[in-house]
């Protein structure tokens, strides 16, 4: 739309050249009228009338800009309201004004509560449009529940809050995860070591976990980076580990992103910083007992109550009984594996009389024993 020569006069100008061009404007209006001083400089009539009325009652004072507003907001946020919406932020500050509404029961609109944390610089950047353009939502929303999972091990020895408990209690330093793509359910795993033994431990608990519930091995497909904990460095070797017991033990499919593609693991990126801001940034713990104790519960919550605002609102429970009804809810009470634990239970072999070297036994190979694709001989 064209601007006004009025609007075009006022623009950019200090305090005293406004007054200068509202009085050329009011010595117009009076020699030749309202009206034609209002189509002569485009502005509406009330805006003549204005400025004539204050400046011949008051003179060049009359002239000055004075803005009209409210002293007192009668529905403005009350400083009480203020104080617990600023305080339940800094409680999770990885909180939006969603889920301050949702989680703290606040009364105040998501457009007051943005303002307020604005206003004590508590606002997260705005995401940028390739952000937006590189988003699969609508692609993502047409898979089948359940089917399409992403992989990835987090490091955990590098946050700063969780480090100093985990050096004094011996807590984790790998946590690995599987999220389904279309849903955003969750499956946590701990361990003290980065490996593909323990990457195929994990995974193989989840697929046995799916399949105790109906979900056929033959209809997921899992997505890792090219790390080492999932076979990437060996890619194309025909050998046992994670790669060979998704497809060849269990019937499954395996894909690697590509490389440099980080953003194609997205949603399983995307978790691991929301549990970095929501668990391991807020909780203490006090034994390894609690460690997992709390886990559980926010991978439960996680997957029943906290609902996705890029999903619809809808929580990961929702989503998969809207898609997969036969599909009971239990599916969805994973248990948080110690992989630490699982792994001392497959490998462990009795042993009997006297102790060995290891190297002693292994010149016997007779009779050996298969064990998820590790051969251990008898002793």
Known sequence: MELSRYRIMMRGKDKVQKADVRLHIVRYAQRYGNKPAAREY??????????????????????????????????????????????????????????????????TSEGAIKRILREHQLSRTKRKKYHKRNDLREIKARYRAL?????????LYDIPRYWSQMTRLGL????????????????LGYGSECSEVYAELFTEAYIGHLKRYGV????????????????????????????????????????YIPPGMKNANADVESAHG???????????????T???????????????????????????????????????????????????????????????GQIKPAFAAMLRPSNPIPILGVQFPHK
């Open 42 to 107: 485009g502005c509406i009539k009330n805006t003549i009338k204005l400025w004539r009325r204050r400046f011949e009652s008051e003179g060049m004072k009359g002239l000055d800009e004075r803005r009209d507003v409210f002293r007192n907001i009668p529905h403005k946020t009350s400083k009480v309201d203020e104080s617990y919406i600023v305080g339940c932020r800094r409680k999770v500050p990885c909180y939006g004004p969603q889920r301050l509404r949702l989680f703290f029961g606040i009364k």
């Open 147 to 155: 089917s399409k999972h992403l992989e990835d091990t987090k490091h």
């Open 172 to 187: 984790p330093r790998y946590q690995y995860t599987i999220r389904d793509i279309k849903s955003g359910f969750m499956a």
């Open 216 to 255: 056929k091995p033959g209809e997921l497909v899992f997505q890792s980076d090219n790390g080492s904990e999932f076979g990437g460095t060996t890619r194309g070797i025909k050998n046992g580990g994670y790669v060979h017991m998704i497809e060849e033990r269990y019937g499954s499919r395996h894909t």
């Open 274 to 288: 929301l549990i970095e801001s929501e668990f391991y940034d807020i909780e203490d713990f006090s034994s390894g």
């Open 290 to 352: 609690e460690f997992f104790d709390k886990a559980q519960l926010y991978q439960d919550f996680f997957n029943m109550l906290r609902p996705n605002f890029s999903k619809g609102g809808k929580t990961p429970w929702e989503i998969i009984s809207e898609d997969r009804p036969d599909i009971s809810p239990d599916v969805l009470l994973f248990p948080v594996i110690d992989i630490d634990a699982l792994f001392r239970i497959k490998f462990s072999i009795p042993q009997r």
